[in-house]
């Protein structure tokens, strides 16, 4: 299958998708572990300062898909509030969105998120915590149907737009609300060596995403994620992580580990590089919600990441090498993504009481 080909039949499939009504799924980022409000309300909070920025931008597929490729961006804001001696609220705030091909087919959702972390046992230097959160969004899903093309509107593969019809889209820009909650717990045991587990439900009320006027009921998402450092020796340390992401038909599955070397003690500056993988199934949804049964696990991506930290700064980057079928659009056709994240107000006198891959 050459290029024009593959792209022709990737539009004919997008276009059958949104015909039928096709139950979402959500979007995700590679470098899951440094979009914590994205992933999980728990972690609104849980942080080595007082207030927190982050920042991600997801770039994927534009060799094959041109200015077309999916785009995907998140910013989120969060601080910890104490309580009593050792118990935090945190409190924050997201928003992020999301685009895709010539349709500009996209989402845009703007959320308030909050947890308690309660404080359950420690030491001077270790803790255990549980942390409870949840959030409230408001979401838009929008297309611009003058661009869509349809299968009935191409001919031997090629486009005419003079030829078929078109399907009636009543309702082209959704606004919705959203609800999650998330639970999360976490062990520091000292310096170099955490431990955390966390799981959370998205889409509680599961509104109705349908553009044509029919009744498609956003998908449930649950998210089980769990990782950690290991240290091994003062200045090198292990920091593995997974994700598992259920929506519907729909299963992913992230794991992996990074090397962190620490090369300044005094300014806190640290180097991470890792190695990722992603699996998934991705089965197709009819109108009615039916799946195809033939659906099975495949390998979707080898995952190469970096991470600079500097005291109060950190700085990300991830490479995607496609390993799914449609690494036959090209060599390059990958993603890439960028994560930036700063600390502000570093003076929390417990500064080995949390999870340390998030910030």
Known sequence: MNEKTLRQSF?????????????????????????????????????????????????QW????????????????DQKIQVGTYDYFG????????????????MTSARLSGSFSYYMNGGLRSAHYLSVGADIAVTQRRVRTGD?????????????PASGSSEDITNNNILYPDLSVGLMWFSIFDETNSLYVGIASAH???????????DVSLYRRYTLHGGGEYGLSSTLSLVPGFVVMVQGPHREYNFGTSIRIGIGED????????????????????????????????????IFSTKFESGKYGLGFSYDFTTSQF??????????????SYLINQTDRRKFWYPKVHG
């Not at 949104?18 to 409000?37: N, T, V």
């Not at 509680?204 to 029919?214: G, K, R």
């Not at 195809?292 to 979707?300: C, I, K, P």
């Open 267 to 302: 300014t806190g500056e640290a180097f991470q590089v890792g190695l990722w993988t992603r699996l998934g199934i991705q089965a197709a949804v009819s109108g009615d919600g039916g799946t195809n049964a033939g659906s099975s696990l495949h390998s979707d991506a080898l």
């Open 148 to 160: 869509l093309r349809w299968p009935s509107q191409h001919n031997n593969g090629e486009y005419d």
């Open 327 to 340: 690494k036959q659009a090209g060599t390059a056709n990958g993603s890439f993504e960028f994560s930036f």
């Open 62 to 77: 534009a060799s094959a898909l041109g200015a077309n490729a999916y785009n995907t961006y998140s910013a989120s804001y």
């Open 11 to 59: 539009t004919i499939l997008c276009c059958t998708l949104l015909s039928c009504a096709i139950y979402g799924q959500d979007i995700h980022f590679s470098q899951f572990y440094q979009s914590p409000l994205n992933l999980n309300p728990a972690l609104t909070g849980v942080m080595r300062s007082n207030q927190r920025f982050v920042a991600n931008y997801r770039n």
């Open 91 to 106: 409190v924050g705030g997201s928003m992020w969105g999301d685009v895709a091909g010539a349709s500009r087919f996209g």
């Open 204 to 214: 509680l009320n599961e509104a109705n995403v349908s553009f044509l006027n029919s």
